[in-house]
Each structure stands twice: as structure tokens, then as C-alpha cells.
């Protein structure tokens, strides 16, 4: 278990992993990404790791590219279009996303936000399900931005695999900090698969951008150990 996230084991699609019914079941578990309740049994709707959380969520962490929007999820995207008071936001997944001009902080008609074609947005999705286009915000539900909104200009945005991303924002794993020792830099990671990275230097934000892919073929330990001295060679 690290840092309160358990790997349970191995699951295949239609596998069942538990039966659980809210009326005479003792407590409470919530579903996440890859799993499926009905009929009183959870089953697996995809292959990967089955994971569970000290605070019983449970989810398949599997290898994949492929964006599947989920509520809540933060998440960055690519403005496309202005329809409107709407702007079309590209998130990765099969549908773009929308966003209000009313959905950044302070935002009104007279202190409106104009975005621009390609500028890189980070923020939260409120809906997200097969029948409806996402939708997208940049304010909590206090309407403060909390570290959302349209990301400065000058960094760098490059994608990784969905589980890559799961593994970096991890409170307790170290990889990140230990780039940190060795260049200052500001990182924002999306549950879509997309990172951005932001240093002084091109050079430097492309050893970090090089450093972070490590992730796709090492465990973070593995790439831990060799994100410094990639560093030193790249910078």
C-alpha cells in the first residue's frame, strides 16, 4: 500500500470483484473508472490493476491514451472554437467540451474573460456522461479559481498515458519533487493525459518533459533514480 492505495489484483472484463447491495451492505464504496454495479454485483469493465483507496474507492488502473471524461476530473484542455457566450474546449475525449465565459473567477458580463484559439485552459468537469457534452469550469463552489484558468504562455504541453498521469499527482509519490532539487519549474497535470510544464530555460522544461515520459516504461522508483542524471545530460 502506498500512501493509502492498495493494489487488489488483476481484473479482466465482466470479472466480478464484489457483491455489494446499499440496503444491507455495511458501509459505504464508491465506483470509479473501469468498474460497473448491477444487480447487486460490481464487475470489471475493463482489464488493468484493480486499486482501492483507504477511503473504499475503487477503480482499474490500466494502461491506456484514450480519454474517458469523468465528473469532477481536472483536466486540461485546448480552446477550438467561440460559439457565443460558449467556448469549445478539446479534452482528449470523444466529445469537446463547453465552457461559459461566466465560469472563471470574477467573471461577468462587464469583466468577461476573451480566450483565444489554442490557449491552454485548466479546470474542472462538472458534467460528464454519454448523454450530455462535457462541461467544463474554472472556479470551485465558492467561485474562487484556486489555481485554474487559461495557463500562462511560454510553457510546454505534451501528453502521457492515463495511468502516468494517476501515478505523478500522487501526494506521496517523490517524483516530482525530486526533479525539484534539481531545477526550479511549475508542473500542471490533467487527468486527461495532459501535462505542462513551465521552467525558465527551453532547455530545461525539455529534460523535465524527457524525465516525466520516463514514466511510461519505469516504475517511479526506477525513474527516480535516473530522472538526475537525465537532467544533468539534457540541461
Known amino acids: 500500500m502506498l500512501g493509502g492505495l492498495e493494489s487488489v489484483r488483476v481484473v479482466l472484463p465482466g470479472d466480478e470483484v464484489m457483491s455489494y447491495n446499499p440496503d444491507s ?3 459505504s464504496i464508491f465506483l470509479g473508472p473501469g468498474l460497473r454495479w448491477e444487480d447487486g454485483m460490481v464487475r470489471a469493465a475493463k482489464a488493468g490493476l484493480l486499486k482501492k483507496t483507504s477511503r473504499h474507492l475503487y477503480f482499474v488502473d490500466t494502461h491506456q491514451k484514450r480519454y474517458i471524461p469523468q465528473r469532477r476530473e481536472y ?3 485546448i480552446v477550438t472554437k467561440k460559439k457565443g457566450d ?7 475525449g470523444s466529445e469537446q467540451a463547453t465552457i461559459s465565459f461566466l465560469s472563471f473567477e470574477n467573471a461577468s458580463k462587464k469583466t468577461r474573460r476573451d480566450l483565444a484559439l489554442g490557449d491552454l485552459i485548466y479546470g474542472q468537469l462538472i458534467v460528464a456522461n454519454k448523454h ?5 469550469v474554472c472556479i470551485d463552489a465558492y467561485d474562487r479559481a484556486m489555481g485554474m484558468g487559461v495557463l500562462p504562455a511560454g510553457g ?9 498521469a494517476r501515478e505523478i499527482i500522487n501526494p506521496d509519490c517523490p517524483f516530482l519533487l525530486t526533479l525539484s532539487k534539481k531545477v ?5 497535470v490533467g487527468m486527461n493525459g495532459r501535462v505542462w510544464v513551465k521552467a525558465a530555460h527551453q ?12 514514466l511510461e516504461y519505469m516504475t517511479p522508483d526506477e525513474a527516480n533514480e535516473k530522472a538526475l542524471k537525465l537532467l544533468e545530460a539534457l540541461m
Open 132 to 136: 450530455m457534452e462535457p462541461e467544463m
Open 25 to 27: 451492505s455495511g458501509g
Open 184 to 188: 526550479k519549474y511549475t508542473v500542471v
Open 156 to 164: 510546454v504541453m505534451f501528453n502521457v498515458s492515463l495511468q502516468v
Open 203 to 214: 532547455n530545461s522544461m525539455v529534460a523535465l518533459m524527457n524525465c516525466i515520459l520516463m
Open 75 to 77: 483536466v486540461i484542455g
Open 86 to 92: 460558449i467556448y469549445k474546449i478539446d479534452i482528449g
